[in-house]
């Protein structure tokens, strides 16, 4: 069974990734406006109607924006957990699903979703691992200080892994930003940086890991070539597979779990 992965954009200005089988559509994180939405679905050659879940990993509004209202114009069921839910003044039953950290959503015989709970901080975030019929899985990792072992114990075998490179610590140290601002990205709760990301994938590489999209990245304290080179320079000849980053732009690929070359999206608009 098929599963496909597609950032409609990711970064500080919004994030929304979708996931995809025959059957089934998801949304990890409805962050963008509800216009901007429906035109990065549009462009992805997706019915806004046709998403069945929107799911949101925390309350930030670049993964929160406008997720209560697409769910109820486009009739999808709407998954948070209940801390989230509270923080965005949803209401549990009616208007959202709330969740537990690693209770598994069976969105579809083909699709299901383990959120992961994530050191973030002021926030209860979660990772997503999506999993299709054939229990192959994709993961969805943003906004995070640091890996747990949890979290490297169930992004371990995935095929696919969405991940924040968020900062390159000389460009943050050297930045615009306040001491404490600073300090706080850097922290446990904060934001992974290119070093920590690589790190991670370093430890993850398997045969089967055939993508990996970098995305989150902050436009003033990280270039998509800084984040590329770290990881490059750390998983090297080790990875065969395909590298690429999601930018605030709208999609520009999808990825195909089980394989290295991504579709590019050619948009009109
Ligand atoms: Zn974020
Ligand atoms: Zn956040």
């Given at each position: 069974?098929?599963?496909?992965?597609?950032?409609?954009?990711?970064?500080?200005?919004?994030?929304?990734?979708?996931?995809?089988?025959?059957?089934?559509?998801?949304?990890?994180?409805?962050?963008?406006?509800?216009?901007?939405?429906?035109?990065?679905?549009?462009?992805?050659?997706?019915?806004?109607?046709?998403?069945?879940?929107?799911?949101?990993?925390?309350?930030?509004?670049?993964?929160?924006?406008?997720?209560?209202?697409?769910?109820?114009?486009?009739?999808?069921?709407?998954?948070?957990?209940?801390?989230?839910?509270?923080?965005?003044?949803?209401?549990?039953?009616?208007?959202?699903?709330?969740?537990?950290?690693?209770?598994?959503?069976?969105?579809?015989?083909?699709?299901?979703?383990?959120?992961?709970?994530?050191?973030?901080?002021?926030?209860?975030?979660?990772?997503?691992?999506?999993?299709?019929?054939?229990?192959?899985?994709?993961?969805?990792?943003?906004?995070?200080g640091?890996?747990?072992?949890?979290?490297?114990?169930?992004?371990?075998?995935?095929?696919?892994?969405?991940?924040?490179a968020n900062y390159d610590p000389g460009r943050l140290l050297a930045g615009p930003y306040p001491e404490r601002l600073k300090r706080r990205i850097s922290s446990?709760?904060g934001h992974l940086s290119n070093p920590q990301?690589?790190?991670?994938?370093?430890?993850?590489?398997?045969?089967?890991?055939?993508?990996?999209?970098?995305?989150?990245?902050s436009e003033k304290n990280n270039a998509?070539?800084l984040a590329?080179?770290e990881?490059?320079?750390?998983?090297?000849?080790?990875?065969?597979?395909?590298?690429?980053?999601?930018?605030?732009?709208?999609?520009?690929?999808?990825?195909?779990?089980?394989?290295?070359?991504?579709?590019?999206?050619?948009?009109?608009?």
């Amino acid at each position: 069974m098929g599963l496909e992965i597609t950032h409609l954009g990711s970064g500080s200005g919004g994030n929304s990734t979708l996931l995809a089988t025959e059957t089934t559509k998801v949304l990890v994180d409805c962050g963008f406006s509800l216009r901007q939405m429906e035109l990065r679905l549009a462009l992805s050659g997706v019915d806004p109607q046709s998403i069945d879940a929107i799911v949101v990993s925390h309350h930030h509004s670049d993964h929160s924006k406008s997720a209560v209202r697409a769910s109820k114009r486009w009739q999808a069921d709407l998954y948070s957990n209940l801390e989230t839910a509270m923080r965005l003044g949803w209401q549990p039953i009616s208007e959202v699903r709330t969740f537990e950290g690693l209770q598994r959503l069976e969105i579809s015989d083909e699709l299901s979703l383990l959120p992961v709970p994530v050191p973030h901080e002021d926030a209860e975030n979660v990772a997503i691992i999506a999993s299709n019929g054939d229990g192959r899985r994709a993961a969805v990792v943003t906004d995070l200080g640091e890996a747990t072992v949890e979290l490297m114990r169930h992004l371990a075998g995935c095929e696919h892994i969405s991940i924040e490179a968020n900062y390159d610590p000389g460009r943050l140290l050297a930045g615009p930003y306040p001491e404490r601002l600073k300090r706080r990205i850097s922290s446990r709760g904060g934001h992974l940086s290119n070093p920590q990301t690589a790190e991670i994938l370093v430890e993850l590489l398997h045969p089967d890991l055939k993508s990996i999209v970098l995305c989150h990245l902050s436009e003033k304290n990280n270039a998509p070539h800084l984040a590329e080179s770290e990881v490059l320079l750390q998983i090297g000849d080790r990875f065969n597979g395909d590298l690429s980053i999601s930018t605030q732009k709208g999609p520009e690929f999808s990825h195909h779990l089980g394989q290295s070359e991504p579709e590019w999206i050619s948009s009109v608009v």
